[in-house]
């Protein structure tokens, strides 16, 4: 039995996640967001694909709708997919790729100076400001490092711009990254996008409120990858700081796209140590 999905039904919001990309994939704007709930806007974008296709307009996700749906190459899961994803059994963490030491960042990726600025001047409160690189010769480090990576797999995602900020040497594994999660069909899964390049300290790691002059990025460990561009948050809401991620099949849950990130050289923050967790996040690693 496949997975049936109406509105009020006892649905898998990652199988609603999956029918509302595939909506929006066929040009049914209606749907609006994907936010795993089948709600009134989902239910009138079914009927519209309904109509499209001359099947009676139930607005349910039924059988009807997944013949027509399938012939145009959606997906099928068992209904037994997901019964051994729902436990806090993450994938494991990979036995060949670490989240990358601050030696080994800043030779792959280029030592820079900062400064951080008092609290109340800062829009992020672990905010640091990008100068020079450490030797003097490239004046603007963030101007000669960071571009701007049009990623058309996010299209349909929440607060994403249609572009991400990166390192410019992390970009063609990004490209590789998305152009495997769609091979995979896995882009359903991304619904909210949270952030890219941001040069700053990690998480309540900011030395203090007074900001300090300049420092070099190769002297300190605590900024976050984010700082470098090499790192990226998705489905922030579900996936929290600390928290443990979203497990299988609630909204948000990452853990299908965790194993083919880290065979191409992505470290998921899920897989950082206990107290410092963080679902949303995948940086690259391998350098
Ligand atoms: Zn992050």
Redesign the pocket.
């Known amino acids: 039995m496949p997975f049936f999905l109406e509105r009020g039904g006892e649905n898998n919001p990652l199988e609603v996640q999956r029918w509302q990309y595939f909506l929006r994939k066929n040009n049914v704007t209606q749907t609006g967001a994907i936010d795993g709930q089948f709600g009134m806007k989902t239910e009138e974008a079914t009927k519209i694909f309904q109509l499209q296709h001359s099947r009676p307009t139930t607005g349910k996700f039924d059988e009807a709708t997944l013949q027509v749906a399938q012939g145009l190459g959606y997906t099928v899961r068992p209904d037994n997919f997901y019964s051994n994803k729902t436990g806090s059994n993450f994938p494991p963490k990979p036995t060949n790729l670490e989240s990358p030491s601050n030696a080994d960042r800043n030779a792959a990726l280029g030592c820079f100076r900062f400064v951080q600025l008092p609290l109340g001047n800062r829009a992020d409160k672990d905010e640091v400001v990008p100068k020079d690189s450490c030797d003097h010769t490239i004046p603007d480090w963030r101007n000669a490092n960071i571009v701007d990576l049009p990623i058309p797999q996010m299209k349909f995602v929440t607060g994403f711009s249609g572009i991400m900020r990166c390192h410019r040497l992390v970009a063609p594994h990004l490209l590789l990254l998305f152009a495997r999660w769609e091979e995979l069909d896995l882009l359903h899964l991304l619904w909210h996008y949270d ?1 890219d390049y941001n040069p700053r300290y990690k998480r309540g790691q900011s030395p203090g409120n007074g900001g300090h002059g300049l420092k070099q990025s190769n002297q300190v460990s605590a900024l976050s990858n ?1 700082a470098f561009g090499s ?1 990226f ?1 998705v489905n922030e809401r579900d996936n929290q700081f600390t928290k443990e991620p979203a497990r299988c099949p609630r909204r948000g849950c990452v853990r299908e796209l965790v194993e083919p990130a880290n065979e191409l050289g992505f470290y998921w ?1 899920g897989h950082f140590s206990e107290g410092s967790q ?1 679902g ?2 995948f940086e690259f690693a391998k350098f």
């Open positions: 952030g984010h790192a948050d923050g963080d949303m996040h």
